[in-house]
């Protein structure tokens, strides 16, 4: 029976010949089915991936060399471009879309081996934390079906989570990878703004967005890393710099490193209990180990949701204006009197509740009479923010903090309440406001029987010390 541990050791098994891509394609493809109900995938890509499988096994046997994913069985988030196969930001407006290119990250995956198994459900054009806002129904935990997988990237975490595929490639505006990777208990990274290319990923918040990844373990996430970032002529906002091979030397030698948490963050009164106990336990062992870890003031943390939520909606009611029924996917079938009545209709039979929620914010944030109260003011916070962040790393290697108040909840425990939703996201959207990158990894498990992890976060394209820590924090020592 096929098991999976870890990439290297996967392919270590397809060099000894005790399993091949085929097999492993078969597995996953099975399991998919099996787990149906849970909805991650809304659609795979049965027989081309086992078809790229048995090229890829013949290209193995006859001793040619192999590219560095050779047959890594990967799913994408039904919001990035994979050319000639359809694409819907889990939206009814995208309906028949089919996507004419590859995106950078696609393009990349293929390049080095990898088999694209299929498109995962998610939060309607990455916006949510449960997704209980996709047009194509819930996702639900695997480790308990009554709660949520968390979102927007739910379907990509379930599918690490279940063992539906091997790794999975997800986005994040706000913690839409590290948030459902802290639910389901696997590794979820976001890096640097900018470090992996962005062409070819469905815009919400352009200025805030990046691809990010999930695996069971933080090799697999390096080497993913590896293989997909670095600059791109086609994303003016992909970094240039070089990309280091990050899945090599993520062992530290014992180094001890300076550590930073938020002492509001710790205290925050709407942090679960056990998850707080569980942190101080954490910073405590850190200590011991020696480790420095201190405490820093950080009397802007009330301001991070209100400030992301003014400026995504602001940069999502412009991305998505160009969803007009007319250059892509639904158009409305009833009868209407103007150019404009179309639009409209077009626009409130397509876009679901939540997205109209945030294109009519947005929208409002950046009418005439409010611009300055709202979207100048959220600016200068965000501006203050990478300012005092700055200044933190000048002092610390980095900053550890939870990832989520408290562990995956019930479906509808906050689906009518808006704001609590939005509150829940007050430890994520740090990292992308500040564009820095930041890891969740799960250490530990609730009373509920759910897990959660820790956030790490780093600065500015020091991904390689991110990784190498949560490697020792792993270890446990
Ligand atoms: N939960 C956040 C939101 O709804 C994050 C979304 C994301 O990262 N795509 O905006």
Do not use: W
Not at 42 to 64: F, I, N, P
Not at 153 to 162: E, F, I, L, P, W
Not at 389 to 416: L, M
């Amino acid at each position: 029976m096929f098991g999976f541990n870890s990439i290297k050791d996967y392919q270590k098994n397809l060099l000894n010949g005790q399993t091949t891509c085929v097999e492993a394609v078969s597995f996953y493809l099975a399991s998919i089915r099996e787990n149906a109900h849970l909805n991650a995938f809304l659609e795979t890509y049965a027989d081309e991936a086992l078809q790229r499988a048995a090229a890829l096994d013949e290209l193995q046997k006859s001793g040619q060399p192999t590219g560095k994913l050779h047959g890594v069985v990967v799913g994408l988030k039904d919001i990035i471009c994979y050319k000639g196969h359809e694409l819907s930001a889990s939206s009814k407006i995208l309906q028949g879309f089919i996507s004419i290119y590859n995106a950078t990250v696609t393009e990349r995956l293929l390049q080095e081996g990898a088999i694209i198994i299929g498109r995962q459900n998610c939060d309607e054009f990455a916006m949510g934390s449960s997704n209980e806002n996709s047009a194509f129904g819930n996702v639900l935990n695997a480790k308990d079906n009554s709660r949520v997988p968390g979102g927007s990237s739910g379907g990509s975490a379930v599918s690490v989570q279940a063992g539906l595929c091997m790794i999975s490639l997800g986005s994040d505006t706000g913690g839409s990878v590290r948030q459902p990777a802290d639910f389901c208990g696997i590794v979820g990274l976001k890096p640097t703004y900018g470090r992996i290319s962005r062409y070819g990923l469905i815009a919400y918040a352009s200025s805030f967005d990046q691809i990010g990844i999930f695996g069971k373990t933080i090799d697999d996430v390096a080497l993913i890393l590896e293989v997909i970032a670095g600059a791109d002529d086609f994303d003016s906002t992909a970094l240039t710099s070089k990309v280091p091979e990050y899945s090599l030397n993520l062992d530290d030698s014992g180094r001890k490193y300076k550590i930073a948490y938020f002492k509001e963050a710790l205290e925050h009164p709407g942090l679960d209990k056990e998850i707080a106990k569980s942190l101080r336990e954490f910073i405590r062992k850190l200590t011991d180990d020696g480790h420095t870890v201190e405490p820093v003031d950080f009397e802007l943390l009330e301001y991070v949701v209100p400030a992301y939520y003014v400026l995504t909606t602001a940069e999502a009611s412009s991305n998505l204006s160009r969803f007009d029924g007319i250059k892509y996917g639904y158009a409305t079938k009833k009868p209407v009197t103007s150019l404009t009545d179309f639009y409209k209709q077009t626009r409130s039979e397509g876009f679901g509740k939540e997205v109209k929620r945030r294109i009519m914010l947005g929208t409002f944030v950046l009418s005439a009479g409010y611009y300055d109260a709202y979207f100048t003011k959220a600016q200068q916070v965000r501006t203050i923010l990478v300012e005092r962040t700055n200044i933190i790393f000048r002092q610390y290697d980095a900053i550890i903090s939870p990832t989520v108040p408290a562990p995956a909840f019930k479906f509808g425990e906050k689906s009518n309440d808006p704001i609590e939703m939005f509150l829940a996201d007050i430890y994520t959207v740090f990292a992308n406001l500040t564009g820095i990158p930041a890891i969740s990894i799960p250490l530990f498990t609730h009373q509920s029987g759910m897990n959660f992890g820790i956030q790490v976060m780093v600065s500015r394209e020091d991904e390689k010390t991110l990784l190498q820590l949560s490697k020792r924090f792993v270890k446990g020592s």
